[in-house]
């Protein structure tokens, strides 16, 4: 389940990132509830490790364009990128 919830993570940040977009990490929580029946808070350290998590399991991959993708795309509530948390 964590490599299907890694995939929709990466997707999402691809499609966003060829549109210039950036979703919030309380916005990926909604979609990863709502599409896997996860439960994570809005703005707490789960999501913020599943974003993490997704990164390091491209960066072990070598996927350096998701990885990109992922660092640019994510955001917290201030509107910076989650990698500077």
């Known amino acids: 389940m964590r490599k299907i919830k890694f995939e ?3 997707n999402l ?7 210039g977009s950036k979703m919030s990490a309380s ?3 909604d ?14 350290r789960g ?3 599943q ?3 997704a990164f390091k399991y491209f960066e072990k991959k070598g996927n350096q364009k998701i990885l990109d993708n992922i660092a ?8 910076e990128h989650v990698w500077k948390k």
């Open 51 to 53: 974003i993490r998590a």
């Open 72 to 79: 640019n795309t994510f955001v917290n509530k201030k509107g």
């Open 27 to 29: 916005e990926l929580a």
């Open 31 to 44: 979609s990863l509830n709502r599409n896997f029946g996860s439960h994570y808070k809005r703005e707490k």
């Open 8 to 10: 929709h993570i990466a």
């Open 13 to 19: 940040a691809k499609a966003l990132s060829k549109k």
């Open 47 to 49: 999501i913020y490790s």
